[in-house]
């Protein structure tokens, strides 16, 4: 079969993951927490099945959750989106993103995509048979940063779309309202949409607060702004997330998602919506995250791996020029083997293999897999 996506094989992270339990690393590799979510969330799950939520719910989502989520960003966000025509709830990011691009990127239309960039973005563009167009993030004093001005560069009359996501896996770095200006000022007087990957919205440290798309007036009225509660809530394997785009692009996502999956599983979305009403899981996330962030940096601080800014998500990237000039990947393998830690190579993300001696740790783990971590990193 000549294949849609000849570029494609597995993923970065299932092939560490498998790594990982072939040697018996600890697995700081593939990004999930390998501890448990709020038994209450649990309960919630069960409640609701036991109360007969078990049958399709509407295509768009369950109402409740659709309600708490627009609930959820008005108060942080400060824009109100109506919860029927605006959110749309999705089997994980992962499906918002794909069905977000499949229903607006046209054959042979561009999609700007700023790397180092999560997997799923690039084969979306192409299965759309669009023209995926890398802009590389740059690197300075403060770590990773968007270079605006070529983004600009970037924009040409067939640019239909523009991807960005904060806090930014794999580096760790986040958006602030300046890059949203630029951004604004970029996709002004253009019919440019922009898709906003915000999964790990409730993980900004050191006080910051996370600069959503949602609250941006100039793009909020463009954007398709996508979260994951995989992320939130500890339940990754969970997959559900949502999207919220204004009621125009909110009804042509949901032309595509009616036949991509048609809905999402009911009582996950019920235990879920019931759980929302206590904001103090989400709004606890950063204090939660970054004591484990400053723990594992503080253990990392007498090797010779070179700390980058970590500003948010559960990902600590780090340089290891002044241990190894190995390929990133080969560099991952050898820690994920020889030292039993499993990493990702950050060239993983980068269309082009771009190499920088860089690997990428995810702290999202019990403070006694992060101690025997660190006791092996040590020996570097
Ligand atoms: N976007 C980013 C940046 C991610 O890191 C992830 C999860 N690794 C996803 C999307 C996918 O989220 P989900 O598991 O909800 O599909
Ligand atoms: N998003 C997770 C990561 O970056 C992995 C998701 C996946 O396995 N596809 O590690």
């Not at 999705?90 to 990127?105: E, F, P, S």
């Not at 802009?135 to 605006?148: L, Q, R």
Request: proline share 6%; net charge negative; glycine share 8%.
């Amino acid at each position: 079969l000549p294949s849609r996506l000849p570029a494609v094989g597995t993923t970065v992270f299932t092939t560490m993951s498998a790594l990982a339990s072939q040697h018996g690393a600890v697995n700081l590799g593939q990004g999930f927490p390998d501890f448990g979510c709020d038994p209450r969330l649990l309960d919630y799950v069960n409640d609701a099945m036991r109360a007969g939520h078990n049958q399709y719910p509407p295509m768009t989502g369950v109402p409740a959750l659709r309600e708490a989520v627009a609930a959820k960003i008005g108060k942080l966000y400060g824009h109100s989106y109506d919860a029927a025509s605006e959110i749309t709830v999705t089997a994980g990011a992962t499906q918002a993103l794909t069905t977000a691009i499949l229903c607006c990127v046209h054959p042979g239309e561009e999609a700007i995509v700023i790397e180092p960039a999560y997997d799923s973005y690039t084969p979306a563009i192409a299965l759309a048979g669009g023209v995926m167009v890398p802009v590389s993030m740059e690197m300075g004093e403060n770590g990773y940063s968007v270079p605006w001005q070529q983004v600009a560069a970037a924009v040409t009359a067939r640019t239909r779309l523009i991807v960005i996501n904060s806090p930014h896996n794999p580096t760790g770095s986040i958006l602030r309202r300046a890059d949203l200006d630029q951004l604004a000022a970029i996709v002004d007087g253009t019919d440019i949409l922009v898709l906003s990957d915000e999964v790990y919205e409730h993980m900004v440290y050191d006080g910051e607060r996370h600069a959503s798309v949602s609250s941006h007036p100039q793009l909020v009225d463009r954007a398709f702004v996508v979260s994951s509660f995989g992320k939130t809530y500890h339940v990754t394997g969970w997959k559900v997330g949502y999207v919220a785009a204004p009621a125009p692009l909110s009804a042509e996502f949901r032309k595509v998602h009616q036949y991509n999956v048609f809905t999402v599983n009911t009582p996950m979305q019920h235990g879920i919506a019931r759980y929302m009403e206590d904001p103090a899981p989400y709004l606890d996330l950063p204090a939660f995250y970054q004591r484990k962030r400053d723990l594992f940096r503080a253990g990392l601080a007498g090797t010779r791996l070179r700390l980058l800014p970590a500003d948010g998500t559960y990902f600590q990237c780090v340089g290891y020029e002044e241990i190894s000039d190995m390929p990133e990947a080969q560099f991952a393998a050898w820690l994920t083997t020889e030292l039993k830690v499993a990493a990702i190579p950050v060239s993983a993300f980068y269309s082009g293999g771009k190499e920088s001696r860089i690997v990428r740790f995810c702290f999202a783990k019990g403070d006694e897999t992060l101690a025997l971590a660190l006791e092996r990193l040590n020996k570097l």
